[in-house]
């Protein structure tokens, strides 16, 4: 199948500082990805598409000034929590389907944010 | 926007027996339904999906089927064993690659040895 990669796997960051997590297709080219995140012991919730090229589109409640997409090529997104506080820390995912127009997702394996 | 409910949150089964996931959704637009199993700590892991043109599909020990005029899947895994310990996630799309999922709450399946 498709290899989805993120980096870093996980990160530490004091309360007020920015986070950037990076997402990537490996092997295919992803016009659209995808931002989750998941809380412990939680399920995911879809934060916002990525789209190449364009603006991302959010899902309702989710500050567009605080997490920046940016959707620069074909085979990158990234994520930046900005300012980030403790309630921040979770389990971010990514994920992108594997051609356009199907609908089969390969996920990212996962970037852990602690804020202190 | 789309609302999937899944059932039950944790169930614990016999080695050897079978399991059973059910998820409900409530847009009839969604025609994609995958199930996913993650791993604790791990990225969610694609194991079966199915399109709303298909009521049953099969892929050894797992299955899946779906009833669209009633809107729900379920998941059936036969003969289960340790490894399939994991926490199961159903999701909903309408498809296309363009949108995203959204995800039911979540199973965790224990095997009992």
């Known amino acids: 199948g498709a290899v989805v990669s993120q980096h870093p796997s996980w990160v530490i960051c004091k309360s007020g500082t920015s986070v950037k997590i990076e997402c990537r297709s490996l092997?295919?080219?992803?016009?659209?990805m995808f931002w989750y995140r998941q809380f412990p012991k939680q399920s995911l919730m879809l934060m916002a598409t990525s789209n190449e090229g364009s603006k991302a589109t959010y899902e309702q409640g989710v500050e567009k000034d605080k997490f920046l997409i940016n959707h620069a090529s074909l085979t990158l997104s990234t994520l930046t929590v900005t300012s980030a506080h403790p309630e921040d820390s979770s389990f971010y995912i990514c994920s992108a389907p594997s051609a356009a127009g199907i609908e089969t997702q390969y996920f990212g394996p996962g970037t852990r944010l602690l804020v202190l | 926007g789309e609302n999937v409910e899944q059932h039950p949150s944790t169930l614990s089964v016999q080695e050897g027996d079978s399991a059973v996931i059910k998820c409900t959704y409530s847009d009839s637009a969604s025609n994609y339904f995958p199930w996913y199993k993650q791993e604790l700590g791990k990225r969610p892991q694609l194991i079966i999906d199915i399109r709303s043109n298909v009521g049953e599909k099969k892929d050894q020990r797992i299955a899946v089927t779906l009833n669209k005029t009633a809107k729900h899947f379920s998941l059936h895994i036969t003969e289960t064993q340790p490894e399939d310990s994991a926490v199961y996630f159903c999701a909903a799309s309408d498809g296309g690659g363009a949108d995203g999922l959204t995800f039911g709450k979540g199973t965790h399946l224990i095997i009992q040895p």
């Open positions: 092997d295919f080219q992803a016009t659209t």
